[in-house]
Each structure stands twice: as C-alpha cells, then as structure tokens.
C-alpha cells in the first residue's frame, strides 16, 4: 500500500493563521481526494484543534507509547475521527510540558500516520525552539512557510531564517495568508526580498468571516467566501501534484524542481 505524505505548515511568526490553513487543508484534501483519509495534527506546543469542538484523542496520552516507539496507530485513530475521511490529533494542553517532548517523538508519528493517511498535515506553529515542531518538520516530505504582508513578520522571518538552516529545514513553498492584492508587498515583491521562486509563492485572500470562524470554533470553509476557498483549492492542487495524486477536475502539470 502506498505511503502517504507528510505535510508541514510553519509560520514566520506568530499570528499568521497556520492553525485555520492546517485545518482547512485537511478539510479539503479529504473532500477532494480520493485516497486513503487525511489527518491534521496539532505539533506546536498547543493543545490545537481551535476550530473544531470535537472531542479527540490527544498526543499527551500516547507519550510513553511514542517514546518507546511502540504505537498502535490504528487504534490511536479511533479516537481521531470528526468526518468520513477527516482525522483530527491534538497536541499538549499544558505548554509548560512541551519541553519534555523530543524531535523524535513526532517524527516516529509523522511516520506512523503516513502508513494510514493519504495526507497528514501538521501545525508547527512558529517556534523553532519546540521538540515537537522541529521533528514534524525534518519527517515532512512538504514544508510550507506561511507569512502576511506586514513588514515586521517580513523581517522577523528574516533575522530567523539562518536558524532553520542551520537545522536542515527548508520550504518547498511560501504561502501569504490574508493576502490584499493592493498592499505594497505583493507575491513579486516578496520573492525579489526572500530570493525566492516567484511560482513557488501562492496567496490566500483575506476573509470577513475571520472573526466568526474564530467566535464559532469553525474552519473558514465553513463559510461562503469564494476567494478564501480558491487560495485553499490551488494549494490543495499543487499538494496533490507534489505527492503525484490526480486533483479532481485538474490536469496534472509536472513542474516542481528539487527542495530549495
């Protein structure tokens, strides 16, 4: 059986909306794909899952079993279910804890959810001081930058940039959420600054129905904004090429170079 693909969104700073993109990448990856289901996974140092009220399982009580790298993720994903092909796994409820989890801890689970996900998505956050977050992303196969168009997140990121290579993490793609067209830091702007592939930088309109999705615990495609869900649908697309799965509706284009 085919392996799924581990995805991993991180921010350039805090407060850029990764917690709503993770999930409504999971969301519509799971709508749209026909492959095996599609898991989003709270790896920030948070207890996550802010826009869903389900009640599931999280990764504070599986600690020892990952530790000892003995999980049984079938059983784990039991208490993981919130649709027909969506899987929800939350992170620590006590962020005084999230220092006792190492790297390795969540890169033996990216690896164990990839056998039975078509897509597992998971929120980093913005820290690169977290165990959790640093292990999802060195187990993704895809690693997203999420940044706004405000100067001081853009320099932010920049003075931190060096960190995360040092680490060996780099970003197959940069995503600007909240993004306003007739702000001064457009897509092009931004890959002249950051040296980065102007076609390997996607947008996410910026939404009125931000503050009720946040009031409502709901993801914002649970609202009728055209604009927001079309950033989602083409980052969902170029998942789809990346990973070599058929995006319904859209013909594949093999355009993605190596990492950069």
Sequence with gaps: MKQGMNIALHGG????GVTMLSQCIAEHLAEHMEEKPVIDVALHGDFGGD???AAVASIEGMRSYLEQKVLNCREMLRDC???????LL????QPEQRRMYQPEISQYLMEQLRNEMAFVVA????EADNGLAVGALRAA???CLVLTQQESMVGHWEKNRNLYRRLGIDFQLILVNRYLPEAPYTKEYLAERLEFPADHILTVSDSPYGLQADGEKKSLLKYKDERFRQGIRQLCQRL???AGLDYPGERRRKWWKNSI
């Design 123 to 126: 929120d980093t956050g913005s």
């Design 13 to 16: 700073d805090h407060k850029v």
């Design 81 to 87: 279910k919130i649709e027909e092909q969506l899987y």
């Design 240 to 242: 789809a090429e990346y």
């Design 51 to 53: 826009y869903c009220n």
């Design 90 to 93: 939350r992170g620590v409820s």
């Design 141 to 143: 196969e895809f690693r």
